[in-house]
């Protein structure tokens, strides 16, 4: 019932910008935080960033500065515009939806997206 689809990723060279996209489709739930992770071979799933439905963004140490997330909450899409990459953002990105009950907020569920490489050559 929930699914998140995502958009975006490939290959550029450091210094250059990508963009991703993720649309959510929630059904019956209510959707709040949304955003994305990544994980990079032999390294556990990070924080890129998050953000509220009140447009409040959270983002991980490694990419402040030069990632930037936006939502529009008419469409329950998240876009993060990745500017001056470097090698190490290399990652599958996945996208990430906080979902709860309408009728009972109390039970909230994490879904993820499949995942879109983004990889960086030198």
């Known amino acids: 019932q929930v699914q998140l689809v995502e958009s975006g990723g490939g290959l550029v060279q450091a210094g250059e910008s990508l963009r991703l996209s993720c649309k959510a489709t929630t059904g019956s739930y209510k959707l709040n935080d949304m955003g994305w992770y990544r994980q990079a071979p032999g390294k556990q799933r990070e924080l890129v960033a998050m953000?509220?439905?009140?447009?409040?963004?959270n983002y991980g140490d490694s990419v402040k500065g030069r990632f930037t997330l936006s939502r529009d909450n008419t469409k329950n899409t998240v876009d993060l515009q990745m500017n001056s990459l470097k090698p190490e953002d290399t990652a599958v990105y996945y996208c990430?939806?906080?979902?709860?009950?309408?009728?009972?907020?109390?039970?909230?569920?994490?879904?993820w997206g499949q995942g879109t490489q983004v990889t960086v050559s030198s």
């Open positions: 953000v509220t439905t009140g447009g409040r963004a």
């Open positions: 990430n939806a906080k979902v709860s009950e309408i009728a009972r907020p109390m039970y909230q569920f994490l879904y």
